[in-house]
């Protein structure tokens, strides 16, 4: 168990439906990533939150949306979806903003696996 | 071309090996990571490096921050270190977005 919790492991749905992603970050970290990992198109970073703020947005689309709580657990949002969204979606923790200092670690969840149908 | 390139795409080893796996990439970094995705789909950072060298066990990860290359070795490779090996890198531009190498697939034989 690494400390990332999310759910749910699995999720099947049809397209046009709306689903929400749960993630609750490791125990002291402030900031939560979320990833897609795609057959064709590998791992990609979706969003960034810090201690409820976004931080940063990579190649989200405007049919999906995410925040994060005072709690600092976060959602993802999935809306209107599509065959191509099926994918794995992994959130990831870590301490601070930027997890490239050395005293900060990054740690991921065990991914929510979306089958679009 | 990917920002992140690694070599190879897939190996295959014989337990007891030493293995490497490269990642090349062609932006300024101010970190990169190796990380280790199992076939049941987790992720585990094993590596974070800006400079030098680091040892983990049986394995190393190197930088070479000049000449924009790192590379991975497993010292007498195991099949249970069949996995996914992914690099990502910390483009200097931003200080949270990783961007990922497509990853190289080990197998390791008994």
């Known amino acids: 168990d690494s400390g990332v919790t999310q759910t749910p492991k699995h999720l099947i749905t049809a397209t046009g439906q709306r689903v929400t992603l749960r993630c609750s970050p490791r125990?002291?970290?402030?900031?939560v990533y979320w990833y897609q990992q795609s057959l064709d198109q590998g791992l990609q970073f979706l969003i960034q939150?810090?201690?409820?703020?976004?931080?940063a947005k990579g190649n989200i689309l405007e049919r999906f949306s995410a925040q994060q709580f005072p709690d600092l657990h976060s959602e993802l949002n999935l809306s209107s979806l599509e065959l191509g969204d099926s994918a794995l979606y992994f959130c990831?923790?870590?301490?601070?903003?930027?997890?490239?200092?050395?005293?900060?670690?990054?740690?991921f969840g065990a991914g929510s696996r979306l089958t679009v149908l | 071309k990917n920002e992140v390139e690694q070599s190879p795409q897939n190996l295959t080893a014989q337990e007891g090996e030493f293995i490497t796996i490269n990642c090349s990439y062609s932006?300024?970094?101010?970190?990169l990571h190796w990380l280790q995705q199992h076939p049941g789909g987790g992720i585990v950072s094993l590596f974070m490096?800006?400079?030098g060298k680091k040892k983990h066990g049986r394995l190393i990860a190197t930088i070479n921050i000049q000449e924009k290359h790192s590379s991975l070795h497993i010292t007498a490779s195991h099949p249970r270190d069949s996995a996914v090996y992914i690099c990502?890198?910390?483009?200097?531009?931003?200080?949270?977005?990783?961007?990922f190498g497509e990853g190289t697939q080990l197998t390791v034989n008994p």
């Open positions: 125990s002291g970290d402030l900031s």
């Open positions: 939150y810090y201690n409820g703020e976004e931080r």
């Open positions: 990502a890198v910390v483009p200097e531009t931003s200080g949270s977005r990783l961007t």
């Open positions: 932006v300024g970094i101010s970190a």
């Open positions: 490096l800006s400079s």
């Open positions: 990831a923790s870590s301490v601070t903003v930027l997890f490239n200092s050395g005293a900060n670690v990054l740690t």
